[in-house]
């Protein structure tokens, strides 16, 4: 990729709009552009100052494309660094198209995704942690992820971790020093103080590891899946959490014979709800197919809500429950104690499964069969870890809102509420991981009282990794891969 060349791309979403941005950023920005504009106040552009706009004609000869308004930065005062013009043009595409084929023919080059942000980061604007916050501050779609985004755009996961890089270098320095002086055999760097630098480099480093698990479910919305037999309600209460008919509903069973996914903001978090095939023996090869599917969604899920329909059962099964011993259970077919041997069997085979299971379609019983059958499940989940019951009805939308704030209880958002730093992103994820590895090799050279030039080699190494979060260790491909990932015109 050419670097010291003009680039121009339009920085709006394709289509028509009533505007559309086209950008320019390159050396030759403004002398590209100045030729192509009429200010209505007659002032050449090349004379303005930095961050002004302008108002008049963009015009190719003599012919007047559009109205315009140019902004002007000049480098190093904008975003890429370099001399910036972004043209705010009216959204049709014959204009946009117009406009950025005459810049091309004047001498710019169409940029490629991610150019602007890439040369921000070449020409010191941002480190690259930085940069790969704006492709996620771009695509988020809720609150959560817009926060986290934010707080690392802004430099604070930066910041940690140039601090630490800073500290460690300082006594690599004074380590690397004693190896001049070797045959002296004289210590610059204090052991003790180095120890504490050490055992507190660990504890970031795994407090930011540990994050992750938080921040990436955060970032790419949290799955949940939607289970249960055939025909107990799955599809409509996921067309009731998304309000719409996303998912077909049918009186017959097996009609979902793959997973249906859709996402929602609820209190600022992104929920990726699946709506997934029931379970039941069948000798159907389609249905088999998606029942198969639906234990991989199990297993990649964060939280499970399964489903029981309480229409399909008469009230003496509902009452008899109480009157149940234990040696029964098994044996027994009634409701609540069906519930409770479905719940073992989902936590037998995911044991670390927040499950929340729901009795649906409770609009057919009146309120004291329903506070009733609450004391019954009660009892049934508090012997069951991880589990949780509600009474629902999907076709109302009965209790829709409460299983919602039950949602939000099995996100562990204190990080987020916090403003504390939360690792989103798998490259960063990696990079840390073996810079802890590093560290920790060098906390056992301290145990062992290795010399200098054994633990300098760790050192270099954790240094290795820390700059490649931040950008101080790079190369083309690592940057082609992030920037490869942007859109155009950022």
Do not use: W
């Amino acid at each position: 990729m050419i670097l010291n060349d003009t680039i121009v791309a339009l920085a709006t979403p394709s289509g028509a709009g009533a505007i559309a941005v086209i950008r320019i950023s390159g050396p030759q920005a403004i002398e590209i552009v100045a030729p192509l504009f009429v200010s209505k106040s007659k002032k050449d552009l090349r004379e303005q100052a930095t961050h002004t706009l302008h108002l008049g004609n963009i015009i190719d000869e003599k012919r007047i494309i559009d109205e315009a308004l140019v902004s002007i930065f000049h480098g190093p005062k904008s975003y890429t660094g370099e001399h910036t013009i972004e043209i705010s043009c009216h959204g049709s595409q014959y204009i946009q198209q117009e406009i950025i084929q005459l810049l091309i023919r004047k001498g710019c080059r169409s940029a490629e995704a991610g150019e602007f942000t890439l040369r921000a980061f070449l020409n010191g604007k941002m480190d690259l942690s930085q940069a790969e916050a704006v492709a996620d501050l771009i695509s988020s779609e809720n609150a959560a992820s817009h926060q986290m985004a934010m707080q690392q755009m802004r430099g604070g996961f930066s910041n940690e971790i140039q601090k630490l890089r800073q500290e460690l270098l300082n006594f690599a320095s004074l380590i690397e020093l004693e190896l001049d002086f070797a045959e002296e055999d004289v210590e610059f760097a204090n052991r003790d103080e180095f120890q504490n630098l050490v055992t507190r480099i660990q504890q970031v480093l795994k407090k930011l590891i540990d994050s992750f698990a938080v921040g990436n479910v955060l970032k790419n919305g949290i799955p949940v899946a939607i289970v249960g037999e055939p025909n107990v309600g799955k599809s409509t209460l996921l067309n009731s959490l998304l309000n719409e008919e996303r998912a077909i509903v049918s009186d017959i069973a097996g009609t979902t014979r793959d997973t249906i996914e859709d996402e929602i903001s609820i209190g600022g978090i992104g929920f990726r709800f699946i709506d997934t095939a029931g379970i039941r023996e069948t000798e159907d090869i389609i249905e088999g197919l998606g029942i198969k599917k639906t234990f991989e969604k199990i297993s990649q899920a964060q939280v499970v809500i399964y489903l029981f329909d309480i229409s399909k059962l008469s009230p003496a099964e509902l009452d008899s429950a109480s009157q149940n011993s234990k040696e029964q259970v098994q044996a027994d077919a009634t409701f609540p104690n069906r519930i409770k041997i479905e719940i073992a069997k989902i936590h037998n085979q995911f044991p670390q499964k927040p499950l929340l299971v729901i009795v649906n379609k409770v609009d057919i019983l009146d309120a004291t069969a329903q506070e009733n059958l609450k004391q019954e499940l009660q009892q049934i989940s508090s012997g069951v870890e991880k589990s949780q019951y509600l009474l629902l009805s999907a076709r109302t939308g009965l209790g829709v809102e409460e299983l919602q704030q039950k949602l939000l209880e099995f996100v562990n958002t204190g990080e987020l509420r916090n403003n504390n730093t939360i690792v989103t992103n798998s490259r960063h994820y990696n990079a840390l991981l073996s810079a802890l590895e590093e560290i920790n090799k060098v906390q056992q050279g301290l145990n062992n009282k290795l010399s200098g030039d054994l633990m300098a080699i760790d050192i270099r190494q954790a240094l290795y990794h820390f700059g490649e979060i931040t950008g101080e260790i790079t190369n083309d491909d690592l940057l082609g891969n992030i920037f490869a990932n942007f859109c155009i015109g950022k």
